[in-house]
């Protein structure tokens, strides 16, 4: 009986509990039913304030008590879509999620116009700013970038793709409203050098300038030059692609007095005259990536005159010779990393890699696509480079089991190493097997000599080592190391409908970052292989989405 009496006192309390859910529930629905686009002072927030308040056993939920700082911290640490479904609980959440959203991505459809008020005064804390169009789609014209400008005087950071509708004019206002624009990405958009010029006239900030596709530049002789205006000393970081007219921008690079990185990718015109004239001025630049561009072993010599250059990228640049490679390696003694991609011209080999080996011993990462170097140029580096700590080697007729086997043996401080499409068996991997003590991870791919009991065996042997092994039909190398270069992958766009309140679930989330970080992390795989590598092996830039 007493039992029975306990029994039936638990059953009823349990009734009350779920009607006290019950009407907790109810009221958490109804929050969430309100519109996202609405912004409410404090009076309306402590009336309208229903789910965060809600009691269970007369204990208060302590959430409600928690600053609003300390909230909008929790929120930085979700991604975008639980940050929408969060600020569907109540509307101080609604609020605080709003306000503390600081980067957005859009479709900038032409659309997006009437939304612009409602979207900006939810989220009035954004300071970077993502803005892209389908490319068979219109895009928003001048009136809404300038309305954008105006909602967002702090904006620090542009990224616009396929806004084909903005013209020199609009990215005039734009300039001069935000003022603070410390990096503007550009891609497939219309404006030209009057609307670049009047973002560096405007911008005294800007550190960062990307470039692809400006369409508005047709002729460079009548195109006025394109030059650092008030980002003179400011300028850090320049990247051109796929600019028919990229040689409009010589004054811009040759002027900006701090200008540390460099990035030039199939941008037609002869660039050996820009690197002399840059040598006298260039005491500054540690980073420069070149590909697929008309530079010879004369630009290599002047790039050589750049004493701090750490890296260097020469990718599918065939009129350069191990005489380019040699001068570089002569003077730029502080150089970490070096990737080149020979396009098997057969233009570097042994010799400008035995000058590496010799003039920089603080190499760190060395990638080869389509070069040949052999046992002797390897164990120079291996002997030399003591600190060489991510090496691929990629396409390369010349590396098997000798080869291998000397990286094992010398390589004391390497911890990565891929070897694609290259004549190894499964003897280069029971060398590696007894040597390279600090490897912690193997990548071979392409090599149709290494059977998969050879990569089982290395496995078992070194287990500490990551043994990532395909063994797929050898195909010619199409590696680029700007596939999905940081400044095309910084910003993934989702689709998203003009109607306000969808605009909320494509604002960008803080875990997004790593999402997008941990899914490009297959090491040198398909086209990707060296910007694969570069990302991987380097932290990547990762491009990604914050909240």
């Not at 609009?170 to 410390?182: D, I, P, R, S």
């Not at 990096?183 to 560096?200: D, H, I, P, R």
């Not at 190398?477 to 109607?499: I, Y």
Request: with cysteine.
């Amino acid at each position: 009986m007493g039992q029975s009496a306990s029994s039936a006192a638990v059953a009823s309390r349990r009734e009350r509990d779920q009607g006290q859910r019950s009407v907790n529930v109810s009221k958490t629905r109804s929050a969430a039913s309100v519109s996202p686009m609405v912004t409410y002072s404090a009076g309306e927030e402590d009336s309208e304030n229903l789910s965060v308040e809600a009691v269970t056993d007369g204990i208060a939920d302590y959430i409600s008590d928690l600053p609003n700082e300390c909230v909008a911290s929790v929120f930085q640490f979700l991604g975008s879509a639980d940050r929408n479904r969060c600020s569907l609980v109540c509307r101080r959440w609604l609020q605080i999620e709003g306000q503390s959203r600081h980067r957005l991505s859009l479709n900038a459809e032409s659309d997006l116009l009437p939304a612009i008020p409602s979207l900006f005064s939810r989220f009035d804390s954004v300071t970077k700013l993502a803005l892209k169009c389908d490319r068979r789609s219109v895009s928003i014209k001048d009136d809404a970038l300038v309305l954008i400008s105006q909602r967002c005087p702090n904006l620090t950071r542009l990224k616009l793709r396929a806004c084909r509708e903005l013209t020199d004019a609009g990215m005039e206002a734009f300039a001069k409203n935000c003022k603070g624009l410390k990096k503007l990405s550009c891609g497939s958009c219309t404006f030209g050098s009057k609307g670049m010029n009047a973002v560096l006239d405007n911008c005294a900030a800007l550190e960062e300038l990307s470039v692809k596709r400006l369409r508005g530049i047709t002729d460079a002789a009548a195109a006025e030059p394109i030059g650092p205006g008030a980002a003179v000393s400011s300028l850090r970081t320049v990247c051109l692609k796929e600019l028919y007219n990229g040689q409009c921008f010589g004054t811009l690079i040759l002027g900006a007095k701090n200008l540390k990185t460099l990035k030039l990718f199939r941008c037609s015109g002869d660039w050996d005259r820009l690197f002399q004239l840059m040598a006298a001025r260039a005491a500054n630049i540690v980073e420069v990536h070149l590909e697929r561009l008309q530079i010879s072993d004369v630009g290599l010599q002047a790039i050589a005159n750049y004493s701090s250059l750490e890296i260097l990228h020469l990718v599918k640049t065939p009129e350069c010779s191990d005489i380019g490679l040699v001068a570089i390696a002569d003077r730029c003694k502080l150089l970490r990393k070096l990737h080149i991609d020979g396009w098997k011209a057969n233009r570097i080999g042994d010799e400008g890699l035995i000058a590496v080996a010799k003039g920089c011993p603080n190499l760190l990462e060395l990638v080869l696509i389509g070069v040949n170097p052999t046992k002797a140029s390897l164990e120079m580096l291996a002997s030399n480079c003591q600190n060489l700590e991510r090496l691929a080697l990629c396409g390369s007729d010349s590396v098997g089991d000798p080869e291998i086997s000397c990286i094992a043996a010398k390589c004391v401080a390497l911890k990565k190493l891929c070897i694609k499409s290259c004549p190894v068996s499964d003897h280069g991997m029971e060398a590696l097997a007894s040597g390279c003590p600090n490897l912690v991870k193997v990548k071979v791919k392409k090599c149709k000599l290494v059977t998969p009991e050879g990569g089982d065996w290395l496995r078992r042997t070194r287990g500490s080592i990551a043994v990532n092994l395909d063994t797929g039909e050898a195909e010619l190398q199409e590696a680029s190391a700007s596939d999905g270069g940081v400044q095309d992958n910084g910003l993934e766009f989702p689709p998203m409908p003009a109607q306000i309140a969808a605009a909320a679930a494509t604002a960008s989330g803080s875990t997004a970052r790593s999402s997008s970080f941990k899914s490009r992390l297959g090491l040198l795989s398909g086209r990707s292989l060296v910007a694969s590598t570069l990302r991987r092996w380097s932290g990547g830039s990762t491009s990604a989405r914050h909240g």
